[in-house]
């Protein structure tokens, strides 16, 4: 069994219009050592985006209901600051990466496991392999 490498108590800020799977995110991993903050639509994210609140990475799904998916969402986040770590996480198999102003970041295709996400949320965030 693989296991999910550990965060070192960086904050990841989830975002998911799907209410179970953003609680099995949070749950998943707090449990590898993240806090936590979960916004359920880039509506909800972009206000805590701009009431400053602290996070480490933003982790979001790409296709939400609402006028910010995750590629906005990402957008607006580098425009305000340019070297936060963004991670998209989406069941969708038809993504193009390819429209202007894209920001560059790795992609998780759902379903994924907390050994999965784990790997790449710290190598995000800098963290070296085991």
């Known amino acids: 069994m693989v296991t ?33 903050i979960t916004a359920k639509d880039g509506e909800e994210a972009f206000e805590i985006i701009k009431k400053g609140i602290h996070f480490d990475l933003l982790l979001t799904d790409i ?23 963004v991670v998209y996480i989406s069941a969708y198999i038809g993504l193009t990466f390819d429209e202007p102003e894209m920001v560059d970041a790795p992609l998780i295709q759902k379903p994924a496991t907390k050994a999965e996400i784990g790997a790449v949320i710290g190598s995000a965030l800098g963290h070296k392999a085991a």
């Open 4 to 36: 999910a490498p550990m965060g070192k108590g960086e904050t990841i800020l989830v975002v998911d219009d799907e209410e179970m799977l953003l609680s099995l995110l949070q749950q998943g991993l707090e449990s590898i050592g993240y806090k936590v």
């Open 63 to 85: 296709m939400m209901p609402g006028a910010i998916d995750g590629f906005h969402l990402a957008n607006i986040l580098r425009s305000i600051d340019p070297n936060k770590p």
